[in-house]
């Protein structure tokens, strides 16, 4: 799920035209609202790693990061849309209204909870279980069967489209440009 947060916070959809459907309660409206509240606020301190033989100085607190946020980027409401059960959106919103300021906001996506996969995840994952064993010994690209409960029908069909590659190319496919078209596309 993290490499999925890391795409989307690379993720350029300024070009695709769309626009979120929830009526200005997404995500991102959110994020800044996390973000205003925490511009000025001090984090706790960066862990230093210190010789076992020298002292160690104490860690200076930090100001919060609140800069290169998944909404950084220009139409992120309506990817996130796309790609998340609006559910799922639900409760990330709510992570981020109530996220500390030295949080991290990935876990907003990592820890939503919904009672029933769709049978679309509950495919791919059984799907993807089964290619691993397929793979095993054919490729040095492993490649992950992420639990998608959180996901919606489309953004899993994509994936789903990646396991019939050749299991060298699986990774590739999994990790390649895929965001930027799906979230391109209406």
Same mark, same amino acid.
């Given at each position: 799920?993290?490499?999925?947060?890391?795409?989307?916070?690379?993720?350029?959809?300024?070009? &695709?035209?769309?626009?979120?459907?929830?009526?200005?309660?997404?995500?991102?409206?959110?994020?800044?609202?996390?973000?205003?509240?925490?511009?000025?606020?001090?984090?706790?301190?960066?862990? &230093?790693?210190?010789?076992?033989?020298?002292?160690? +100085?104490?860690?200076?607190?930090?100001?919060?990061?609140?800069?290169?946020? @998944?909404?950084? &980027?220009?139409?992120?409401?309506?990817?996130?849309?796309?790609?998340?059960?609006?559910?799922?959106?639900?409760?990330?919103?709510?992570?981020?209204?109530?996220?500390?300021?030295?949080?991290?906001?990935?876990?907003? @996506?990592?820890?939503v909870t919904l009672p029933d996969s769709l049978p679309s995840a509950k495919e791919f994952e059984t799907a993807c279980q089964?290619?691993?064993?397929?793979?095993?010994?054919? &490729?040095?690209? +492993?490649f992950g069967c992420a639990v998608f409960s959180a996901m919606t029908d489309e953004w899993i069909a994509l994936w789903r489209?990646?396991?019939?590659? +050749?299991?060298?190319? @699986?990774?590739?496919?999994?990790?390649?440009?895929?965001?930027?078209?799906?979230?391109?596309?209406?």
């Amino acid at each position: 799920m993290r490499s999925l947060v890391r795409r989307l916070r690379r993720h350029d959809v300024r070009t &695709t035209g769309l626009r979120p459907r929830g009526g200005g309660a997404g995500h991102c409206n959110a994020e800044s609202a996390w973000r205003e509240r925490c511009k000025n606020e001090t984090c706790s301190p960066t862990v &230093t790693v210190c010789p076992t033989d020298a002292p160690c +100085p104490s860690p200076e607190p930090r100001p919060c990061n609140v800069s290169n946020l @998944i909404c950084d &980027t220009p139409g992120m409401d309506a990817c996130l849309e796309r790609v998340f059960r609006p559910e799922a959106l639900a409760q990330m919103r709510q992570c981020e209204l109530d996220l500390a300021c030295d949080g991290g906001r990935e876990h907003c @996506i990592e820890n939503v909870t919904l009672p029933d996969s769709l049978p679309s995840a509950k495919e791919f994952e059984t799907a993807c279980q089964a290619r691993v064993v397929e793979c095993v010994g054919q &490729t040095n690209e +492993p490649f992950g069967c992420a639990v998608f409960s959180a996901m919606t029908d489309e953004w899993i069909a994509l994936w789903r489209a990646c396991l019939d590659e +050749p299991c060298g190319s @699986i990774r590739g496919c999994q990790e390649g440009g895929k965001l930027d078209a799906f979230c391109a596309t209406r």
